[in-house]
C-alpha cells in the first residue's frame, strides 16, 4: 500500500489561521508584528523566497519592511543597516537573505543581529540555546516545521532511530539538536549521515524516520529504507523536464515514485516541508511580538 501523505500545504494554512487570530489579538493591545527583508543584490531564487514570506505575512496581518540594496553594497553599509534594525522598535524580527554578494561576510552580518530580532535563528546565541534545549531562544525555521509536521500527522520521534542524510547549520544539526531533546515531540535517537558517511544505506535502512537534505535530487531510494519507514524530504532541485512549464520541475532528494510505496508516510515535493519552513518563521514573528506585550 501506497505510503500516506505528510500535507504541508494543509498544515500551514491550519497553523497560519491560528496565528492570525493571534496576530488579531495583538493589535487589539496596540501591538502590531513587523517582519524587516534585507535583500542584497538581484538573486532570482532571493527574490522568490522574499516574495512568498512576505505574502504569508500579509495574510496574517504581520507588516513586512522591505530592504532592497544592490550587489555592490559594502558590508558596512549593511552592518548600518542591520544595526538599525535592532533598535527599531517596529521591527519584532528581520532576515538577511542568504546567499550575500561574495565580498561580504555572512558570519560578520548575522553576528551583528539582535539575538531577539534573529527570527531566522542563525545567530550564535541561538544556536547555543538550541543545543542545551533552552527554549526563550527562536527555533530554526525548517527543522521546526519538520518537528511540527511530524506532531501534527501523531508521527512521535520518542525512542524512535532517526536517521538525517546531511549535517548542514540550516538543517542537519539544528534538526539533530531539536529531536534529541528530552520533551515532547523529540527524545529521539539521531544519527547524523554526510558526504563522508560509508555505505549510508546501512544506516538509512535501520532508521524508522529518515529525513534527506543533501541537496542532491532523488538520492534516497526504496531499496534504502524500511519497510514502514516515515520519510521526510527536505529538498528541493531543479530537473530538466521539456515537458514542464519553464523546461524544469521541482523534485526533492528522495525518489518520491519509488519510495512511496515502501514507506508509511512521505513528504511531497513541492507542498510538503517548504510551507512549514515560511510557517515557522512567523510563528517566531509572532513570538517576538508576544514578547512586547509581556
Same mark, same amino acid.
Request: include cysteine.
Given at each position: 500500500m501506497a505510503a500516506q501523505i505528510l500535507d504541508g500545504?494543509?498544515?500551514?494554512?491550519? &497553523? *497560519?489561521?491560528?496565528?492570525? *487570530?493571534?496576530v488579531a489579538a495583538l493589535r487589539e +493591545?496596540?501591538?502590531?508584528?513587523?517582519?524587516? #527583508?534585507? %535583500?542584497?543584490?538581484?538573486?532570482?531564487?532571493?527574490?522568490?523566497?522574499? *516574495?512568498? !514570506? !512576505?505574502?504569508?505575512?500579509a495574510e496574517i496581518g504581520i507588516v513586512?519592511?522591505?530592504?532592497? @540594496?544592490?550587489?555592490?553594497?559594502?558590508?558596512?553599509?549593511? %552592518?548600518? &543597516?542591520?544595526? !538599525? %534594525?535592532? /533598535?527599531?522598535?517596529?521591527?519584532?524580527?528581520?532576515?538577511?537573505? %542568504?546567499? =550575500?554578494? $561574495?565580498h561580504i561576510n555572512e558570519d560578520v552580518i548575522i553576528a551583528a543581529i539582535d539575538p531577539h530580532k534573529d527570527v531566522d535563528c542563525f545567530h550564535p546565541v541561538n544556536v547555543g540555546k538550541l543545543c542545551i534545549g533552552d527554549t526563550d531562544g527562536f527555533f530554526p525555521c525548517t527543522p521546526y516545521g519538520v518537528v511540527v509536521l511530524l506532531q501534527e500527522y501523531g508521527i512521535d520521534p520518542a525512542g524512535k532511530h532517526v536517521v538525517i542524510m546531511g549535517r548542514s547549520n540550516i538543517v542537519g544539526k539544528p534538526l539533530a539538536n531539536l529531536l534529541v531533546q528530552k520533551r515532547a515531540g523529540a527524545n529521539a535517537t539521531v544519527t547524523?549521515?554526510?558526504?563522508?558517511? $560509508?555505505?549510508?544505506?546501512?544506516?538509512? *535502512?535501520?532508521?524508522?524516520?529518515?529525513?534527506?537534505?543533501?541537496? $542532491?535530487? +532523488? /538520492? @534516497?531510494?526504496?531499496e534504502m529504507i524500511q519497510p514502514g519507514a516515515v520519510v521526510v524530504d527536505v529538498g528541493i532541485n +531543479?530537473?530538466?523536464?521539456?515537458?514542464?512549464?519553464?523546461?524544469? +520541475? &521541482?523534485?526533492?532528494?528522495?525518489? #518520491?515514485?519509488?519510495? !512511496?510505496?515502501?514507506?508509511?508516510?512521505?513528504?511531497?515535493?513541492?507542498?510538503?516541508?517548504?510551507?512549514?519552513?515560511?510557517?515557522? &518563521? =512567523?510563528?517566531n514573528v509572532l513570538k517576538a511580538a508576544q514578547r512586547r506585550v509581556v
Open positions: 500545504v494543509a498544515t500551514a494554512q491550519r &497553523l *497560519r489561521a491560528e496565528m492570525a *487570530r493571534e +493591545r496596540g501591538v502590531t508584528p513587523g517582519l524587516g #527583508f534585507v %535583500l542584497v543584490g538581484e538573486n532570482p531564487a532571493s527574490q522568490a523566497y522574499v *516574495r512568498m !514570506k !512576505k505574502k504569508a505575512c513586512s519592511y522591505d530592504y532592497e @540594496l544592490p550587489a555592490t553594497t559594502t558590508q558596512n553599509e549593511l %552592518l548600518a &543597516l542591520v544595526h !538599525k %534594525l535592532n /533598535t527599531d522598535p517596529a521591527v519584532d524580527g528581520f532576515i538577511v537573505q %542568504l546567499p =550575500l554578494p $561574495r547524523i549521515c554526510h558526504t563522508a558517511t $560509508r555505505n549510508i544505506a546501512q544506516f538509512t *535502512r535501520q532508521a524508522d524516520i529518515v529525513v534527506a537534505a543533501i541537496g $542532491r535530487p +532523488r /538520492t @534516497l531510494t526504496a +531543479r530537473v530538466e523536464d521539456a515537458a514542464a512549464k519553464g523546461g524544469y +520541475r &521541482l523534485v526533492g532528494d528522495v525518489d #518520491f515514485e519509488g519510495v !512511496k510505496e515502501k514507506a508509511s508516510w512521505i513528504t511531497p515535493v513541492p507542498g510538503g516541508v517548504g510551507p512549514m519552513t515560511i510557517a515557522m &518563521l =512567523l510563528r
